[in-house]
């Protein structure tokens, strides 16, 4: 869009050289004009604080910060052409060109899609984060001072401008120390989220236009995305939004680089042609392999082997504990080559595999699968705690796995096949397996997201977590049922396989399965759910388990010994025979 005329009949106004033309914006922060500059004799921006420093200290403070941000040189950052003060007033002056600020497009165009509103906030938060790294806040972000071009990049403007009205003499703008630093970069980035909300409902958050004003509101009000937008708002970038302006500090994103890894995630795998959430994956599963052995497995795999006559269904019971050999056999025998012609069923079992593959196979495959704990040893952006926090998170991860397996395995009824069962129920846990292994720092937001906010006041509630798809969809921008699918279906995995591998919600009852697809998906959620159970202190397991007897004992025909047993025997079997501690009913 180009900008209108902006010449008036009226006699013109003056700050200093520059003539007044229109005001583009403003906040109880900054001031935004387009003016006319009589030297450059072409507009440009005027960006001023709404009141006057209280005194020469203060201004040299302001006059300080915006000539560093002025110093600043980024594609997402505007160029500052000039900082001065008249009459007492700062004042940056910012090249306009044919650019025009978010709030003008929002009046004058039709409501951002999401891909579009992604976008633009991708870029603010490019610029930000570079101005935070650089040690600067910006203090007044909203739509007077984001600029779009003609291609509808933008360009955060009015870098470090900002003064509000406060108490007299009490000072508007101290030097930041560290945590005075970070308190403030923060604050930027909830002022991000909340122009995310403003452009994705096409409202103003809390009916607050100012933003910088919405934000004090946020501690004690609640804002969420509505349901009735111009368009349609997809579920993980809906996530994305809500965390962004959660209630709880701790809930949302702290710095401007973590909001932007989110949403350049979601554009990644969402936008046309994208190629899905696989594009996340596709280049680690093939570097660093789909998932590292699980210790301890090697030695009984060798043994396996090392036999004159192989037994399959002793193969089946070391391969069970050892995901990423599984799914390696699986992934390698439902390739073209093994298919047979008009074979439309896949391989679905690992007996069939291991038949197929044969004992060269059966060593190629174990031959390509990496040690413990695989890539997450090597990771170089964690240090030696973090290291350590992911190696054991992938190591529960990988032990809910298996034990999921053997839970669907030992449940199964007659009319679906065990292997079958066991491997849906992998699959529904296979997202988040992966996740803490190619995505450890992630895994543990997500870790942190789902835990409940501990209450604020002694006789006080905790405020419950994220749950999990929420939180999976706020960090990385995508669904996890969604990234799994993505991932079988690459692996040429059977259509059944890949509906058993979509958990039941969590929230409706579960009814009586009728079809067999329809037991296999049920019969593998109830092994996550009661896998799930294991992860969890020891005292909360018996009513964990009971409760997840309730939910499926009618659905399934089930008694609470049968849940009880079964996971004690599934346990001890992952486990290499240890015996776990026994789990009673609530």
Known sequence: ????????????????????????????????????????????????????????????VWMQDVQLGARLKHPHLAQVLEVGVHEGWPFAIVELGEQV??????????????????????????????????????????????????AGRARLAALGVGLRAGPVGVPRRPRLDLFSLRQACERDVLMVGLLLHHLLANQAPLDEADIGLAVARVGTEIVRLPWSTPHSVPDPLRAIANRATDRQQRQRYLNARTLLSALQRWIKTHTEDAGGPLVLLLDRLN?????????????????????????????????????????????????????????????????????????????????????????????????????????????????????????ARLLAPFSIHDEEAALAAMAQSLGPTLIAYHFPEEAAQIMRLTQDVPPTEPEGRPTPGMQPEAAVSAVLGVEMDELTAAVLRHWGLHERLLSAARPLSRTNPVRKPATREEILRTVASLANELALSVMLDAEKQPAAVHQVYMRYARALDLTPKECIQTLELATRLVDGGRRPEPVSPA
Not at 316 to 334: D, F, G, I, Q, T
């Open 1 to 60: 869009m180009t900008r209108a005329s902006s010449t008036s009949s009226t006699s013109p106004r003056y700050f200093g050289r520059f003539e007044l033309r229109e005001q583009l914006g403003r906040s109880s922060a900054t001031q935004s004009w387009l003016v006319m500059d009589s030297h450059l004799k072409h507009e440009v921006l005027l960006c001023v604080p709404r009141v006057q420093p209280l005194n020469e200290a203060e201004r040299d």
């Open 101 to 150: 600020t978010l709030a003008e497009r929002l009046t004058d165009g039709a409501p951002l899609t999401p891909t579009e509103v992604a976008g633009i906030v991708v870029d603010v938060l490019d610029g930000l984060a570079y101005a935070h790294e650089a040690g600067l806040v910006h203090q007044d972000i909203g739509l007077h001072s984001v600029l779009l071009d003609r």
């Open 287 to 407: 570097s660093v392999g789909t998932l590292p052995g699980r210790p301890g497995t090697e030695r009984a795999l060798v043994s396996a082997l090392s036999v004159e006559t192989l037994r399959v269904d002793d193969l089946v019971e070391v391969v069970l504990k050892n995901p990423a050999m599984a799914w390696e056999m699986l992934r390698s025998v439902n390739t073209a080559s093994f298919q047979s012609p008009g074979d439309g069923e896949g391989v679905t079992t690992l007996s069939r595999a291991l038949v197929m593959l044969g004992q060269e196979g059966i060593r190629r495959v174990a031959s390509s699968v990496r040690a413990w704990p695989g890539a997450v040893g090597a990771q170089a952006s964690l240090n030696a705690d973090d290291g350590a926090a992911a190696v054991a998170g992938l190591a529960a991860a990988l032990r809910r796995h298996c034990i999921a397996g053997h839970v």
